[in-house]
Every structure is written in C-alpha cells, then in structure tokens.
C-alpha cells in the first residue's frame, strides 16, 4: 500500500514537501517514482528514486526545483518542491516503479 500525504493549497514561490509511506512489500527492493496528473491531463513522471538513493526525472525541467530521496528504515518516500508555480497545480502520486500508485494528494498552486 502506498498512501501520499501533505498536498495543500500553496502560493507561488513557496515550498512544500510531500510524502508517501510505503507498507505491504520490501521497500529497499523497489525503485520508487513520483508522478502527477495536472486537470484535464494525463499522468506524468516527474521522478524516482533508485533504492541506492540516486534520482532520475522524467521531466528534466523540474530539475534543480524538485528533489525525491527516501527513507529506507521508515519506508518512506518525499517530495521536496520549492518556487512553486501554477502549473504545477495537480494531483501528486506515489509509485513503486511506475506500477501500483496511491490515492494522491492534491497540490494546488495559486495566489
């Protein structure tokens, strides 16, 4: 079970972090991915994390904004985002390798 929590409604600029607690299966076993669904979108990664702690994007823009990093001894999963923008307003999910996903948390950027 992946279960996301921390989304809320944020001004431009500021920062927010997201978090995604893992149960259910070996969490250092899995690399784990963030992904978001902006409305009337489809669903993008934006970045996972390898179980050794190295990132990759899937949006390479959001690189230098968005940081993911995990902890292995609380099988959790973050989301650190900061100079948050309008377009960033979405649906943010967890997932294990881009596979089964949570129920998200909703980001909504505005002023």
Do not use: H
Not at 32 to 50: C, N, S, T, Y
Not at 71 to 84: A, C, H, K, S
């Amino acid at each position: 079970e992946l279960v996301e929590s921390g989304g809320r409604l944020v001004k431009p600029g500021e920062s927010l972090t997201l978090s995604c607690k893992a149960s259910g299966f070996i969490f250092s076993n899995f690399a784990m991915d963030w992904g978001r669904q902006a409305p009337g979108k489809g669903l993008e990664w934006i970045v996972g994390v390898f179980s050794n702690g190295q990132s990759y994007y899937g949006d390479a823009s959001l690189k230098g904004r968005f940081t993911a990093y995990r902890d292995e001894n609380r099988n959790m999963l973050y989301l650190q985002m900061n100079d948050l923008r309008p377009e960033d307003t979405a649906i943010y999910y967890c997932a294990r390798q881009r596979g089964p996903r949570g129920q998200g948390t909703q980001v909504t950027v505005s002023s």
